[in-house]
């Protein structure tokens, strides 16, 4: 098992930036595969960004490549997705996900096993 909190969302205007903070639980962090996804209202849930279990290789969707960074630090069981030039169109609630021990890294949704609480990033025009 494992519990995620994500912390760091916020309002903001597009050009800005936001750094978003996932504190994992338990001694298994580094044994699993993390992603990012968000949902905005009225939309399925989509991914952003993935990381390796050694955070040696990243994943970003399209939308945006470029513009945001995600990062891992196994020793404080934390993940970071860093978002520059941000858009309204990045306007969501944003969720951490962890995969389940030893488990591949993923785009979708159903490669994640545990999910966070979500946090509110919104991006003003």
């Known amino acids: 098992q494992v519990q995620l909190v994500e912390t760091g969302g916020g309002l903001v205007q597009a050009g800005g930036s936001l750094r978003l903070s996932c504190a994992a639980s338990?001694?298994?962090?580094?044994?699993?595969?993390m992603g990012w996804f968000r949902q905005a209202p009225g939309k399925e849930r989509e991914f952003v960004s993935a990381?390796?279990?050694?955070?040696?290789?990243?994943y970003y969707a399209d939308s945006v490549k470029g513009r945001f960074t995600i990062s891992r630090d196994n020793a404080k069981n934390t993940l970071y997705l860093q978002m520059n030039s941000l858009k309204p169109e990045d306007t969501a609630v944003y969720y951490c996900?962890?995969?389940?021990?030893?488990?591949?890294?993923?785009?979708?949704?159903?490669?994640?096993?545990?999910w966070g609480q979500g946090t509110q990033v919104t991006v003003s025009s």
């Open positions: 338990g001694s298994s962090f580094s044994s699993r595969a």
């Open positions: 990381i390796t279990r050694s955070g040696g290789t990243t």
């Open positions: 996900a962890a995969s389940r021990v030893l488990g591949a890294v993923g785009t979708v949704v159903p490669a994640y096993n545990y």
